[in-house]
């Protein structure tokens, strides 16, 4: 079993503190400004992710409410083609805030605190960056005119191509005890 550890988390995503995750986005602080030579393919910070050879567990004890950190593995799915065939899953473990405000699909969250979501944008599949606001944490790398989706904490569309529409989830159950184990299969 792989453990993540403080060292893993790209971003903390809190209420009360609005903190950019330079190590993925490589821009500014919010949505509204550009975010100039963002890859659009990966997101960045290789050295922070976790990276898996298939189905895997995975400790995330480590997570801190609000933590987010990043899973990578491949992927022979073309769904993946724009990421170069690796697979970016985010575990966001989410505030007390966060839980609150989400509008959570049945069947796609198995815990609240918990929010595990591919990082691949529904309009063209490009990368999924996190904007360091708390109640919109997740936005498409590719900034165009007509792209610029942005997710809120369920990861629902709020704005740009994608609006309206959830980010995909992975296929995964997640065990809570002494340990905090996510599986993916």
């Not at 409410?65 to 970016?88: C, K």
């Not at 959570?104 to 944008?121: H, I, K, M, S, W």
């Given at each position: 079993?792989?453990?993540?550890?403080?060292?893993?988390?790209?971003?903390?995503?809190?209420?009360?503190?609005?903190?950019?995750?330079?190590?993925?986005?490589?821009?500014?602080?919010?949505?509204?400004?550009?975010?100039?030579?963002?890859?659009?393919?990966?997101?960045?910070?290789?050295?922070?992710?976790?990276?898996?050879?298939?189905?895997?567990?995975?400790?995330?004890?480590?997570?801190?409410?609000?933590?987010?950190?990043?899973?990578?593995?491949?992927?022979?799915?073309?769904?993946?083609?724009?990421?170069?065939?690796?697979?970016?899953?985010?575990?966001?473990?989410?505030?007390?805030?966060?839980?609150?405000?989400a509008k959570d699909r049945a069947g796609t969250v198995q815990n609240p605190e918990y929010f595990v979501v591919n990082l691949v944008c529904t309009?063209?599949?490009?990368?999924?960056?996190?904007?360091?606001?708390?109640?919109?944490?997740?936005?498409?790398?590719?900034?165009?005119?007509?792209?610029?989706?942005?997710?809120?904490?369920?990861?629902?569309?709020?704005?740009?191509?994608?609006?309206?529409?959830?980010?995909?989830?992975?296929?995964?159950?997640?065990?809570?005890?002494?340990?905090?184990?996510?599986?993916?299969?």
């Amino acid at each position: 079993m792989q453990k993540l550890s403080r060292r893993h988390v790209l971003a903390t995503l809190t209420g009360s503190a609005v903190l950019l995750c330079p190590a993925l986005l490589n821009a500014s602080t919010t949505v509204d400004v550009a975010w100039d030579d963002i890859p659009t393919d990966v997101p960045i910070g290789q050295d922070r992710i976790i990276t898996v050879a298939g189905a895997a567990d995975i400790d995330v004890s480590a997570l801190e409410p609000g933590d987010v950190a990043v899973i990578g593995r491949p992927s022979t799915d073309p769904e993946y083609a724009s990421t170069g065939m690796t697979q970016y899953i985010a575990v966001h473990r989410r505030t007390a805030d966060q839980v609150a405000s989400a509008k959570d699909r049945a069947g796609t969250v198995q815990n609240p605190e918990y929010f595990v979501v591919n990082l691949v944008c529904t309009h063209r599949g490009k990368a999924i960056g996190l904007t360091g606001n708390p109640q919109a944490p997740f936005a498409c790398t590719d900034r165009g005119s007509r792209h610029s989706s942005v997710y809120d904490v369920s990861g629902f569309g709020v704005s740009g191509a994608s609006e309206g529409e959830y980010l995909s989830v992975p296929a995964y159950s997640i065990s809570t005890g002494a340990t905090t184990v996510l599986s993916l299969s």
